[in-house]
């Protein structure tokens, strides 16, 4: 509570380098904060390019998928990524004033937030425009990006300690950050990853990967940024219901009877996944997971802030 109502005492200096990260980032820049929007949507089309006219990704609504995905993603990375520089770019104002140095991982973070928040405003709009029903489950985007917020914070102090203490830092973050990417369900369906079964044991890899398989599958759900992205899902595109869904496989040609066979047999497989994975239990988790996370890596960073006027 102390650190809390130190933070709000120098509250000025919190939003000064708010306002002024906004504007570097974009400085020279003819468009502006016009990149925060055009970079993830250039990055969605080629995806949907890519996925869906290319690969031919069944899924319905595909687009707006991506975008319910990315945002939360990219909120998430950007923050983790800034984090890695937050402390050594102020180094100089580190060794010349007093303030609580935990503003420096928060005005990253608040940063990225209002990007966010212009992100989710333009993903509004394009909902709007493809028709895709706008309702009152979009509050649970709140308590989504809340969790996400507080995960990425956690992670940020943790990183940002770390960073002025070891230049390697940010270097291992972008390269983590990439496979981490991947590890998330924001380019295909969640039940790509919930549905898969054991593999043929013809080799050593696949029987560890079969013994680990329900392991995987556990640490994949407990995720704050993939139940992050299953919330903003759950509440952008599917008024507000389990985000565990199957769509049927239809193609071409199918008889009405083959379509309702497909219908049928989407919907039992979502049942036993929705069975098998209870959402509010992983979601609990993830709090927890979250939580902890933010109070070890404030602590961390607390710790250590002490020194980096010495190591800057």
């Given at each position: 509570?102390?650190?809390?109502l130190?933070?709000w005492?120098?509250?000025e200096?919190?939003?000064?380098?708010?306002?002024?990260n906004?504007?570097?980032?974009y400085?020279n820049?003819?468009?502006?904060?016009?990149?925060?929007?055009l970079?993830p949507?250039?990055q969605?089309?080629?995806?949907?390019l890519?996925?869906?006219?290319?690969m031919g990704?069944p899924?319905?609504?595909?687009?707006?998928q991506?975008?319910?995905g990315?945002?939360?993603?990219?909120?998430?990375s950007?923050?983790?990524l800034?984090?890695?520089a937050?402390?050594?770019?102020?180094?100089?104002?580190?060794?010349?004033a007093?303030?609580?140095?935990a503003?420096l991982?928060l005005?990253s973070?608040l940063s990225?937030?209002?990007h966010?928040?212009?992100?989710?405003?333009v993903?509004?709009?394009?909902?709007?425009?493809?028709?895709?029903?706008?309702n009152?489950h979009?509050?649970?985007v709140i308590p989504?990006?809340l969790?996400?917020?507080?995960?990425?914070?956690g992670l940020?102090?943790?990183?940002a300690?770390?960073?002025v203490l070891?230049a390697?830092?940010k270097f291992?973050?972008n390269n983590?950050?990439?496979?981490?990417f991947?590890l998330?369900?924001?380019?295909?369906?969640?039940q790509l990853?919930?549905g898969?079964?054991?593999?043929?044991?013809?080799g050593?890899l696949k029987r560890?990967?079969?013994?680990l398989?329900?392991?995987?599958?556990?640490?994949?759900?407990l995720?704050?940024?993939?139940?992050s992205?299953l919330?903003?899902r759950?509440?952008?595109?599917?008024?507000?219901e389990?985000?565990i869904t199957?769509?049927?496989?239809?193609v071409p040609?199918?008889?009405?009877?083959?379509?309702?066979?497909?219908?049928a047999?989407a919907?039992?497989?979502?049942?036993l996944l929705?069975?098998q994975y209870?959402i509010?239990h992983y979601?609990?988790?993830?709090?927890?997971?979250t939580?902890?996370?933010?109070?070890?890596?404030?602590?961390v960073f607390?710790?250590?802030?002490?020194?980096?006027?010495?190591?800057?």
């Open positions: 509570m102390k650190e809390l130190e933070i005492r120098f509250r200096v919190l939003f000064n380098l708010v306002r002024r906004l504007k570097v980032r400085k820049s003819v468009l502006g904060f016009l990149w925060s929007l970079n949507l250039m969605i089309g080629v995806w949907w890519v996925f869906k006219v290319i990704m899924q319905k609504d595909y687009t707006a991506l975008i319910t990315f945002l939360p993603w990219l909120f998430f950007q923050c983790v800034d984090s890695t937050c402390v050594t770019q102020e180094m100089a104002l580190v060794k010349k007093y303030f609580p140095r503003i991982p005005s973070l990225n937030l209002v966010l928040a212009l992100a989710f405003v993903a509004v709009v394009l909902f709007v425009i493809w028709r895709v029903n706008v009152i979009y509050w649970l989504s990006t969790l996400v917020a507080t995960f990425a914070y940020s102090a943790m990183l300690a770390w960073s070891y390697d830092v291992i973050v983590l950050l990439g496979l981490w991947f998330t369900p924001v380019i295909y369906p969640i990853v919930l898969k079964q054991a593999m043929a044991s013809d050593w560890l990967i079969n013994i398989l329900p392991y995987i599958k556990t640490i994949y759900l995720d704050p940024v993939t139940i992205i919330g903003y759950s509440g952008l595109l599917k008024g507000g389990n985000p199957v769509s049927p496989e239809i040609g199918m008889t009405p009877q083959q379509v309702a066979a497909a219908h047999q919907a039992a497989r979502q049942e929705r069975a209870p509010g979601i609990i988790g993830a709090v927890i997971i939580l902890v996370t933010a109070v070890v890596g404030h602590l607390r710790r250590l802030s002490w020194t980096f006027a010495e190591k800057g």
